[in-house]
Each structure stands twice: as C-alpha cells, then as structure tokens.
T-cell receptor, first 113, second 115 residues
C-alpha cells in the first residue's frame, strides 16, 4: 500500500516568509509525528499527534512553529517568519499505535535563503 | 543531561565480515529501543525493536542486543554486503513526561561495506 507522503519534497523560501509543509500518513494510522533532521544529525522530535490532538508538542523550538491535524489524517506543519536556522529536512512519520515502529516519509527539504 | 551516543560517525568493513554498531545512552529509562536504516535523501526505515525485558532479537542477518545495566545496545549485521551500506540510527522509546512515549534518535553511524 501507499506509504507516508510528504509535499513538497523541496521548498526554498526567503527569510521572513511563511511556509506550510504537508504530511499524508498511512491510512488508519492514528499516531503522527514530525521530526526535523539537520545534516549529519539524527531526527529531532518536534510534535506528536494522537488522532486530531497534539499529545506532545514539547519539541517545537518556539512559537513560530505550529502543526495541525484537523481530521485525524493529513497534518500540516506551519512555520512563520522563517529564519536561516530553520533550514533542515522535515520528516513526518506515522504508526498504528503509540510505541509501534514508525513509518517515515522521505521528508521536505526546507532551505531558507 | 540525557544523551544517546552511537559509537562512531563512520564505520568501514570488508564484505562478508560482521558489522557491529554500538548505541550507548545516559539518563534515560527506555521502555524499548529501535534501530532504523537511512539511505541518502530518504526517510529512516524501521529494522528491529527490542523491549527492556528482552536481551536479544534476531531478523535474518540482523541481531540486536539490549543491556539496561550497561545502558547499551549492540546492532550486528552478519555476512555484510555492499547493499548494507547506509546510516544506521538507534532510537530510544521513553516516557516524555508530557503524557506520551517519545522516540529519541541518536546521530547515526554511517556504515560502508567495501567489496
């Protein structure tokens, strides 16, 4: 079946602009995660959704970052007033249950110029 | 502070040999530990999960051990092949305090299997 889909695969934006990154999880997976990965580093946790609600948003670096999952499937990560330090690959993952292995998408590479 | 350390950034081995990757952690009480493989430009792919009360897990040419006393996991690939070349990530599943379990990743070890 289809895996986790992330769009766009690449996004280049200017400093100060607003961006939205989309994640389409595997159908039926109630748990959805956002991670951020910088070059040479492992994925860094941002936020976890169980259904429609954010169960844990402790990894969001500041209030410029926000994520939603209004119907319990597709999720959007929103970044306001982007900064060059936001440049990274943003990974989305889903799983059928909390504590199950994660199924990752291939990420959105965000470049802030 | 909490740390997850993977023994080296890069590991080169000869084809046919066993690759052993190490994951050490401090100040975590993991309920489980997972290993993932990541190829360039792709998301991580799950390989194996081992729980805190398990010592060893195997899957084909892969073996994982988990020692909660030493706070260490070892990941072995036997009869390694050039196709095994990738970055391998260790991830700890632990209670985050925000009411959920969180998976925290190490930096990864880049394995190169030389023909």
């Amino acid at each position: 079946g289809a895996g986790v889909s992330q769009t766009p695969s690449n996004k280049v934006t200017e400093k100060g602009k607003y961006v939205e990154l989309r994640c389409d999880p595997i159908s039926g997976h109630t748990a959805l995660y956002w991670y951020r990965q910088s070059l040479g580093q492992g994925p860094e946790f941002l936020i976890y959704f169980q259904g429609t609600g954010a169960a844990d948003d402790s990894g969001l670096p500041n209030d410029r970052f926000f994520a939603v999952r209004p119907e319990g499937s597709v999720s959007t990560l929103k970044i306001q007033r982007t900064e060059r330090g936001d440049s990274a690959v943003y990974l989305c993952a889903s799983s059928p249950l909390e504590r199950s292995p994660l199924h990752f998408g291939n990420g959105t590479r965000l470049t802030v110029t | 502070s909490q740390k997850i350390e993977q023994n080296s950034e890069a590991l080169n081995i000869q084809e046919g040999k066993t690759a052993t990757l190490t994951c050490n952690y401090t100040n975590y009480s993991p309920a489980y530990l997972q290993w993932y493989r990541q190829d360039p430009g792709r998301g991580p792919v799950f390989l194996l999960l081992i729980r805190e009360n398990e010592k060893e897990k195997r899957k084909e040419r892969l073996k994982v051990t988990f020692d909660t006393t030493l706070k260490q996991s070892l990941f072995h690939i036997t009869a390694s092949q050039p196709a095994d070349s990738a970055t391998y990530l260790c991830a700890l599943g632990h209670y985050s305090g925000a009411g959920s379990y969180q998976l925290t990743f190490g930096k990864g070890t880049k394995l190169s299997v030389i023909p």
